[in-house]
């Protein structure tokens, strides 16, 4: 069955204070790995996908990267607007069905 | 563009009650999705149709749940009877197509809380 590990589970940084979010993963077969963001009360915003080893993508202060065995989403010089839960997923097997991982809280601070 | 509908928002019922939720996809959306997500968790699939078949039902309780896409379009996922840990958000979700390189657009979800 394919695993999808966050960390941290939540995160509390002073805004301006840059840090890093981890997925790590165990599948068969990757096909991609997604990121979201979900705000309270409100479903999962899409924010990238990235399909092989070394892919980066970047939209405004956030920037994800992916290896084979799991993906970084940096949050550079995050403000309180950047507070979400941030989720996870993976894409695998013939189904290309997406497993979530439980999500990193992260909460700015001004 | 008009994002996913779901409908309602919130739902509180008791225990062993049926209740139904309602979901109209991204307009030229073939793939439907539902997913539960319990607190504390990220969303679990329930189900996918592909146009007004189904193509991946394997974690959908079915002694309780159903769903369909009659015209390939709007969806409804029912319980009946509802139990205490269906307390969850459902949400539903469109794609173009199915496969890779497919992006899911979530609607707002539909809270439900059984009592």
């Known amino acids: 069955e394919d695993q999808v590990t966050q960390s941290p589970e939540a995160l509390r940084l002073q805004e301006g204070e840059s840090s890093s979010l981890n997925c790590s993963y165990t599948?068969?077969?990757?096909?991609?790995l997604f990121w979201y963001r979900q705000d309270p009360g409100k479903g999962p915003e899409f924010l990238f996908t990235?399909?092989?080893a070394g892919e980066e993508k970047e939209k405004e202060r956030l920037k994800a990267t992916l290896t084979k065995k799991e993906s970084f989403l940096h949050i550079t010089a995050p403000k309180p607007e950047d507070s979400a839960t941030y989720l996870c997923?993976?894409?695998?097997?013939?189904?290309?069905?997406?497993?979530f991982g439980k999500g990193n809280q992260v909460v700015v601070i001004p | 563009e008009a994002g996913v509908a779901q409908s309602p928002r919130y739902k509180i019922i008791e225990k062993r009650q049926s209740v139904a939720f309602w979901c109209n996809p991204i307009?030229?959306?073939?793939?439907l999705y539902w997913y539960q997500q319990i607190l504390g968790q990220g969303p679990k699939l329930l189900i996918q149709?592909?146009?007004?078949?189904?193509?991946?039902d394997s974690q959908l309780p079915k002694d309780r749940f159903s769903a369909e896409r009659l015209k390939g379009v709007d969806s409804t996922l029912k319980i009946q009877p509802a139990k205490l840990e269906d307390s969850a958000v459902y949400l539903c979700?469109?794609?173009?197509?199915?496969?890779?390189?497919?992006?899911?657009?979530f609607g707002a979800g539909t809270r439900l809380s059984v009592l």
């Open positions: 599948v068969s077969g990757l096909r991609g």
């Open positions: 990235l399909y092989s």
């Open positions: 149709f592909q146009n007004n078949g189904v193509v991946d």
């Open positions: 997923a993976v894409q695998a097997g013939g189904n290309n069905r997406l497993a």
């Open positions: 979700a469109s794609s173009l197509r199915t496969g890779t390189k497919n992006i899911q657009y």
């Open positions: 307009s030229g959306h073939a793939t």
